[in-house]
Structure formats: C-alpha cells, structure tokens
C-alpha cells in the first residue's frame, strides 16, 4: 500500500499562471516532508522542505503548504516558467529509520 | 563543490550475469542510501548506510543484491544473477547525517538493462 501518493501523474499550465501539484500521506507519523525536480537522464533535485510543525514553506517562486489533518501537502509555482517543466515527486522522511518515501511523481509541463 | 557522482552511468548485461554500480557520495556526508526507479514507478528505497554501517537493509528485494560502503565514502551495490526485471534507474543519495530531517542529495543514477 502506498504510503505518499501522487494522484495526478501529469499536469500542463501556461507559463507565467500558477502550477499547483498535489501530494497525498497516510502516515500520520511522517514529520518532515520535501519535494524533488527531476529532469530527464538526471538524479533528483531538491526543491524546497516543510517540517510537520509548520505549514507553510516560502522558497522564492516556490511554496510548499502542509496540511495535517487532511495528510496533505502542496507545491506551489508562481509564476510558472518553461524551465520548471520536469517530472516533481512528493516525499516524506520515515522517522524511525530515516529514509524518504516517495510518490511516484507529476510530470509538469509548462506551455510559453 | 562535487556531489554524488555514480558509476557507470549507463549499464546493458545479459541476464544471469553479475553488476556492480558504484557510489561516491559527497564529501564529509556521513549517511548514504540506494534507491531505484523502475519504469513509471516512484522512488524505492534499498538500503541505507550510516558510515560504513547498514542499519536498514529492509528494501533490498531479493537476496542476490547487496551492498557495502568502505572508508565511510564509496559505496558498491551488487546485483548477482541479473534479471530482466532488475532492469532500472538505480540512484544513489547522501546526506550529512542520518537524521529524518537532514536533506538527501541524489546522483544522477545510472540506468541498468537486463537483456
């Protein structure tokens, strides 16, 4: 059972609008939360983090905002460049044993 | 300064042989984790190493892969008796320590086909 899910696998936006993306946890234990870019041929890239005794997280075009009660979290592009068009997985830290449990990402694709 | 770099980039082999991908995380990070991505799918964890260590074993999916970390840097995933469904990205991460909100870098990975 997937414990951070990714319900949209793809989502196109006009460059220069915002680009929301959505992430789902089950876990309510999970405590810290990042997001990664991933362009083709490369390793993941990492974007911007929230701790799970914060919501909301401003890093630039990018805000991440967490919901707890809802085990929610979003990505927030504003305003939307050509240049953020990659694929963006949602993780989160599991606290016992340290390693980051992904979603199995959105393809972002921003239209100039 | 450098990041994690791995090795070799790109793998093709024939089922039932041996490979080995090689890790070189960034310097001074003192915990490392393998993960893998198969088509369409998310990140997996396989293994993390703290120092030269493997507390966490738990998502090595099969008993003919294995890993070891020497001198607290490299590390060497090995995948005995290959499969066709080992066929992967297999990407590696370091970061600074171990703890659940210490920020994993990742390599570019290096993709293995299975024939």
């Known amino acids: 059972d997937q414990q951070v899910k990714q319900n949209s696998p793809s989502l196109s936006v006009q460059e220069g609008r915002i680009s929301i993306l959505n992430c789902d946890y089950t876990?309510?234990?999970?405590?810290?939360f990042l997001w990664y870019k991933k362009y083709p041929a490369e390793g993941p890239t990492f974007l911007i983090s929230?701790?799970?005794?914060?919501d909301k997280n401003e890093d630039g075009r990018f805000t991440v905002f967490l919901n707890k009660s809802a085990k929610h979290l979003s990505l927030h592009i504003v305003p939307s460049q050509p240049g953020d068009s990659a694929v963006y997985f949602c993780a989160a830290s599991d606290p016992g044993t340290y390693k980051y449990i992904f979603g199995t990402g959105t393809r972002l694709k921003v239209l100039a | 300064g450098a990041g994690v770099s791995q090795s070799p980039s790109n793998k093709v082999t024939e089922k039932g042989k041996d490979v080995e991908l090689r890790c070189d995380p960034i310097s001074g990070h003192t915990a490392l984790y393998w993960y893998r991505q198969s088509l369409g799918q998310g990140l997996e964890f396989l293994i993390y190493?703290?120092?030269?260590?493997?507390?966490?074993k738990s998502g090595l999916p099969s008993d003919r892969f294995s890993a070891e970390r020497t001198g607290g840097s490299v590390s060497t995933l090995t995948i005995q008796r290959t499969q066709q469904e080992d066929s992967a990205v297999y990407l590696c991460?370091?970061?600074?320590?171990?703890?659940?909100?210490?920020?994993?870098?990742f390599g570019p990975g290096t993709r293995l086909l299975v024939l």
């Open positions: 929230i701790s799970s005794i914060k």
């Open positions: 190493f703290q120092g030269n260590s493997a507390p966490d």
């Open positions: 991460a370091s970061s600074l320590g171990p703890g659940g909100q210490e920020t994993q870098y």
């Open positions: 876990n309510s234990m999970f405590d810290y």
